[in-house]
C-alpha cells in the first residue's frame, strides 16, 4: 500500500470516527473545567478553615474579655460595699497619712522617750486606737483608688469586648458567604465530574461497537508516523545523490508507477528542505 492509500484509508477511517473525536474533545474540556472547579473548592475550603479558625478566636477573646470585665465590676461592687459599711470623710487620704504620721511619732516616742510604765500603756493605748482608725481609712482609701480604676478598665474591656464582637460579627457574616460559594462550586465540580464520567462510558461503548475501525485506524497513523520519520531520516542525508533520487522518484509517481513509501515521503521531506534554504 503506498502512501497515498494509507492517507486516503486514514482520511476514511478518522471520518467514520469523527464521532469519537468529538466525544474525545468534549471529555477534554470537561475534564479541564472540572479541575479548574476542583482549584476553586481547594481554594475556597482553605478560605472556609481560615475564616472559621479566625471567628473562633474573636469569640474566645470576647469570652476572656467578658470575663476580666466580670471580674472588674465585681471588684467595683466590692470597694463600693466597703465604702457603704464605713463611709469616708472627704479628706480621707489626707487623714490617713496623718494618723500614720501620729502613730509612727507615738512608737518612736515610747522607745527612744524612757516613758514610765503607765505613760507607755496609754501611749500604746492611744496607738490602737489610732492604728484601728487608719486601718479604716486605708480600706477606704484602697477602696476609692480600686473603684477608679474598675470603673475605668471595665469601660475600656467593655469597649474591647463591643470591638470583638462586631468584628467576630463580620467574619461570621463572610464566612457564611464564603461557605455559600464552596457549596456552589462543590455542586458545580460534582456536576462537571458526572458529566465526564458519562462522556468516558460513550467513548467506551463506541470504541467497544467500532473495535475494529479504531484499530485499523491505530496502526494505519503508527505506520504512516513511521515512514514519515524514515523518510525524513532518509532526507536528512542530503547530498545531490538524495536530490536526483527525489527527483527520479517524483517522475516515476507522476507517471504512475509504483513507488517506494519511504522514497516517496523522503522527496517530500528534500523539496520542504530545498525551499527553507
Not at 482553605?46 to 474566645?60: M, Q, S
Not at 482608725?133 to 477606704?140: I, P, R, S, V, Y
Request: no cysteine; aromatic share 2%; charged share 45%.
Amino acid at each position: 500500500m503506498n502512501f497515498e492509500e494509507l492517507k486516503s484509508q486514514q482520511e476514511e477511517l478518522q471520518k467514520k470516527l469523527a464521532p469519537l473525536n468529538k466525544l474525545k474533545k468534549e471529555t477534554s474540556k470537561l475534564k479541564n473545567e472540572r479541575d479548574r472547579l476542583n482549584e476553586i473548592v481547594k481554594k475556597t475550603s482553605a478560605d472556609v478553615k481560615k475564616l472559621k479558625t479566625e471567628r473562633d478566636e474573636l469569640n474566645k477573646s470576647v469570652q476572656r474579655m467578658k470575663s476580666e470585665r466580670e471580674t472588674l465590676n465585681k471588684q467595683r461592687e466590692e470597694a463600693k460595699k466597703v465604702q457603704e459599711e464605713s463611709p469616708a470623710k472627704v479628706s480621707a487620704p489626707n487623714s490617713y497619712l496623718v494618723l500614720k504620721k501620729k502613730i509612727k511619732n507615738l512608737l518612736w516616742r515610747i522607745e527612744t522617750s524612757g516613758v514610765s510604765f503607765k505613760e507607755e500603756k496609754k501611749l500604746r493605748s492611744e496607738v490602737d486606737v489610732l492604728s484601728k482608725e487608719a486601718g479604716t481609712l486605708e480600706k477606704q482609701v484602697s477602696a476609692k483608688r480600686i473603684l477608679k480604676s474598675s470603673i475605668r478598665e471595665a469601660s475600656k474591656k467593655h469597649q474591647t469586648v463591643v470591638g470583638l464582637a462586631q468584628k467576630s460579627e463580620t467574619t461570621h457574616r463572610e464566612l457564611l458567604k464564603t461557605y455559600a460559594e464552596l457549596r456552589k462550586s462543590r455542586s458545580a465540580a460534582n456536576t462537571a465530574h458526572g458529566k465526564l464520567i458519562e462522556k468516558r462510558e460513550k467513548i467506551q461503548n463506541f470504541e467497544e461497537l467500532n473495535k475494529e475501525e479504531v484499530g485499523k485506524l491505530e496502526k494505519i497513523t503508527k505506520k504512516i508516523k513511521s515512514e514519515k520519520k524514515k523518510a525524513r531520516e532518509l532526507a536528512s542525508k542530503g547530498g545531490i545523490k538524495a536530490v536526483k533520487k527525489a527527483e527520479r522518484v517524483k517522475k516515476e509517481f507522476e507517471a504512475g508507477k509504483r513507488v517506494d513509501l519511504r522514497e516517496l515521503q523522503a522527496m517530500v521531506e528534500i523539496k520542504k528542505k530545498r525551499k527553507r534554504k
